[in-house]
């Protein structure tokens, strides 16, 4: 048991995905795992641990923003020993060649936060495990997928003035896509000896002023049409 997880030890397998909202990981654990167990409620961030593929295989959600994430995946690392973990969230694309459910794979975050900023003499690079980045994005290529790897933002802020403006300064240099965990992920993986991968699905276009403006989706859009990201994942976490 940990500060935020009331798993025993043994209960998580080293292979974990983590979707940010936990009513993603019950739907994933429902729908993909075989026979699986939750070993999670503490704060109602589900987490389950079944087979997939026949091995074991965990998911959990880990709430919104840099300091749950840093949490969760501290606490996954450090105390439970987990070593692959993949974060499938969703994401507002930058790069207006982005369309809408385009799969995004974070080769390093760029960030707003100064979570890093006083625990190392100089700047920390924020970046994805090369195994995991480098598996995903040739299944994905494999499946036919629209997939893209690339810097992504780290953002601790969702709602921003004049987005388009926002967006075109970080698409300038680069930066393809934003969301809110990658870089507490990539931090906490690195500090405790695991691997880890942030894949996105593009839900928000930020690009406005050609007519391409912010074009959501739904939540149960955003529920059920994550299959291909899901797939993804699990088989990129899978030993
Ligand atoms: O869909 P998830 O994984 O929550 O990811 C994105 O969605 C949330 C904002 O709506 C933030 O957590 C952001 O990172
Ligand atoms: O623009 C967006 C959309 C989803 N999630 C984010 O973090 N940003």
């Known amino acids: 048991m940990s500060m935020h997880i009331e798993a025993k030890m043994g209960d998580i397998a080293p292979s974990i995905l983590l979707p940010g909202d936990p009513e993603r990981a019950k739907f994933i654990a429902e729908n993909y795992l075989q026979d699986p167990v939750c070993f999670n409620r503490v704060r109602g961030m589900y987490g389950y641990t079944g087979l997939y593929k026949g091995q074991p295989m965990s998911v959990m959600g880990t709430g919104m923003g840099i300091p749950s994430m840093l949490i ?63 598996k995903a994005y040739h299944l994905g290529r494999d499946r036919g997928l629209r997939i893209f790897a690339g810097n992504t933002l780290c953002n601790d802020h969702l709602y921003i003035d004049d987005k388009p403006a926002y967006a075109a300064k970080w698409a300038a240099y680069g930066v393809i896509a934003s969301e809110m965990e990658g870089t507490a992920l990539y931090t906490a993986a690195a500090r405790y000896g695991a691997k880890a991968l942030t894949m996105m699905s593009i839900v928000v276009t930020n690009f406005g002023g050609d007519g391409s403006h912010e074009g959501g989706v739904s939540a149960e859009d955003k529920e059920k049409n994550l299959i291909d990201m899901i797939e993804l994942a699990l088989d990129t976490a899978a030993q």
Request: with cysteine; glycine share 6%; charged share 20%.
């Open 72 to 134: 969760y995946a501290t606490e996954l690392t450090r105390d439970y020993g987990c070593k692959r973990l993949v974060r499938l969230g969703t994401a507002g694309a930058f790069d207006p060649d982005l369309k809408l459910m385009d799969i995004v794979l974070s080769q390093a975050t760029s960030t707003t936060s100064a979570i890093n900023d006083y625990i190392l003499p100089g700047h920390f690079a924020a970046c994805a495990d090369f195994e995991l980045l480098d």
